[in-house]
């Protein structure tokens, strides 16, 4: 057999969710000229493309946002809700309305997120990235969501004697890092938080250009927690019961009693990197430091947490049953990185307990 899927094999089935007929048909010549991969539907609204997902069951979705009748994020809540299929949102919006859209899709759900082409790549380099985070995403385990995202309603706070079972423990700081699946899970871990939580919070979460550059504001109003993009020289100890995170295409450490920023080369294909951050941490802070890697695909920060472990640091993994992706957790894991290995909803209690509040 010349083309096609080895044999004994079964070919990607990939539904198509895109109005312009332009994009779609492109996306469709990408993915058809894959003898791994087969374009079983294609819609142009978020209802059909429902519809065509609820009836065809395809292994993974491409769907935009922006989209008539029933858009991306609504076609997202209904789809993880009642038929959880690997979603890649495929996206040209950059606007702050249009990205805060993107992460609710994500926090609903949908795995990852791709910038339709530009038309200014070299041949073939937007192709393949397509391609390989496609089959990337098609292969992750999802869950349903029975609320598709999080409620706008306000959500009670864990009281601190509720939310502190262990032994308190002297911290100073928390670092975070997280990457696919990591917007929900934020969410999760800092709306549980009780509100007289005084530690700074520095976080890392793998989301590229141009998708991240809102994404501090969008978790702000997100977890009634100040959220917002590190600025080089900040003072550490001027971030307390504040959340600092590292600005897309920039690495964020500690030193001096400081958050910097730079451009240092990436750490796995990745800047802003989990390592690099947890490095950091384990060098200034030690034993004073509390660090919990996330939900993500890779292995970014599972050395960092082991150096923060080693440090005397706490150290959390999320668990492989809560994931969206058990890939960074895991490989923390595989080396002794985590002193606890906790479901979702137990970190934020094991945090609770560290440190001063008032």
């Keep these: 057999m010349g083309t096609g899927a080895p044999p004994g094999s079964r070919r990607t089935r990939v539904l198509v969710v895109e109005d312009s007929l332009t994009v779609r048909q492109r996306l469709i010549e990408v993915l058809s000229a894959d003898p791994d991969l087969e374009v079983v539907g294609e ?7 429902i519809e065509l997902c609820l009836a065809l069951r395809p292994d993974v979705i491409t769907l935009d ?3 008539p009748v029933m858009t991306g994020l609504a076609a997202t809540e209904y789809i993880m809700a009642h038929c959880p299929t690997p979603i890649l949102v495929v996206s040209s919006s950059t606007n702050r309305g249009e990205l805060f859209r993107t992460y609710e899709a994500l926090s ?7 910038e339709k082409p530009r038309g200014d790549e070299a041949a073939g380099v937007w192709e393949a990235r397509f391609l390989a985070q ?11 969501h029975l609320r598709g995202r999080h409620p706008s309603a306000e959500l009670p706070l864990l009281p601190a004697a509720v939310a502190a079972p262990g032994a308190p423990r002297d911290c100073t700081m928390v670092a975070v890092g997280a990457s696919t699946g990591g917007p929900g899970a934020l969410v999760e871990v800092l709306r549980h938080l009780p509100a007289d939580f005084q530690l700074p919070i520095l976080l890392v979460l793998h989301i590229g250009e141009p998708f991240g550059m809102a994404f501090a504001d969008w978790l702000d109003g997100q977890t009634r ?7 080089d020289g900040e003072p550490l100890s001027g971030l307390k019961g504040r959340v600092a995170m590292a600005p897309p295409d920039r690495h964020l450490v500690v030193r001096g009693g400081q958050v910097h920023l730079n451009q240092d080369p990436e750490r796995h294909s990745c800047r802003p990197s989990v390592d690099v951050l947890f490095e950091s941490v384990a060098r200034e802070i030690g034993a004073a430091a509390a660090a919990c890697l996330l939900t993500g695909m890779g292995r970014d920060g599972a050395a960092g947490l082991l150096d923060i472990r080693r440090a005397g640091g706490l150290t959390i993994a999320q668990d492989e049953a809560s994931c969206v992706v058990w890939g960074m957790p895991r490989e923390a894991v595989l080396l002794d990185a985590a002193e606890r290995v906790l479901p979702l909803r137990e970190i934020a209690p094991a945090l609770a307990g560290l440190g001063p509040r008032r």
């Design 43 to 49: 819609a142009q609204d978020g209802k059909r493309g």
């Design 65 to 67: 946002m922006m989209l």
């Design 108 to 114: 609903a759900g949908a795995v990852d997120v791709l």
């Design 134 to 144: 496609l089959k990337l995403v098609a292969r992750i385990r999802v869950i349903t």
């Design 225 to 231: 927690r100040p959220v917002a993009f590190a600025r």
